[in-house]
């Protein structure tokens, strides 16, 4: 029923900019915590940044400070922007919905960072 749609992914070089952004269906998208996971080749999948229903936002170390996640709940849309990027930010990005119906990821969206 609920359905999780990435887009902006490309590439771009090491130091540059990229926004990332997911459409979610459902009537309950401003009760869900959302989040963008990433997995590059060969890695577990890692959390990169979850923002809650009351705008609570939380980041791991390595890309605290060059990400941002923030949400629009008019348009059902939660974005990533990612700045200063480096090579190691290199990863198919997911995005995840989670309330208390369940569970639902993206298919991904691929994010390449050249030197």
């Known amino acids: 029923q609920v359905q999780v749609v990435e887009s902006g992914g490309g590439l771009v070089q090491t130091g540059g900019s990229l926004r990332l952004s997911c459409a979610a269906s459902g009537r309950f998208f401003e009760l869900a915590t959302m989040g963008w996971y990433r997995q590059g080749s060969g890695k577990q999948r890692e959390l990169v940044a979850t923002i809650t229903s009351t705008m609570i936002t939380d980041y791991p170390d390595s890309v605290k400070g060059r990400f941002t996640i923030s949400r629009d709940n008019a348009k059902n849309t939660v974005y990533l922007q990612m700045d200063s990027l480096k090579p190691e930010d290199t990863a198919v990005y997911y995005c995840?919905?989670?309330?208390?119906?369940?569970?639902?990821w993206g298919k991904g969206t691929l994010v390449t960072v050249s030197s």
């Open positions: 995840h919905l989670r309330w208390f119906g369940g569970d639902y």
